[in-house]
């Protein structure tokens, strides 16, 4: 499966790219809407990008060893 960016151009969803999908080949359009704000989305990838810089410093852990860490911190929380 691959991805296709569309858009809607009155009312219909249109897409400017060339396929190779044979005539009468079933799609299914997924509506992104994800309601960020531009401040939510600018501290998302700014977030993103500390991530990523963090990963290639070689400052990262396992994801199943953190959270194990994550849940034992919670367990360990008042209610």
């Known amino acids: 499966m691959r991805a296709l960016k569309t858009q809607v151009k009155d009312g ?3 897409i400017d790219e060339p396929t190779n999908l044979p005539d009468g080949a079933e799609v299914e359009v997924v509506v ?3 309601e960020l704000s531009a401040d939510e989305r600018a501290a998302l990838h700014a977030s993103l990008d500390r ?3 963090d990963s290639e410093a070689g400052r990262g852990m396992d994801a199943w060893d953190y959270l194990k860490q ?3 911190r919670r367990e360990d929380r008042p209610a």
């Open 70 to 72: 994550y849940r034992a």
């Open 12 to 14: 219909r969803v249109t």
């Open 51 to 53: 991530a990523l810089d």
């Open 32 to 34: 992104i809407d994800d």
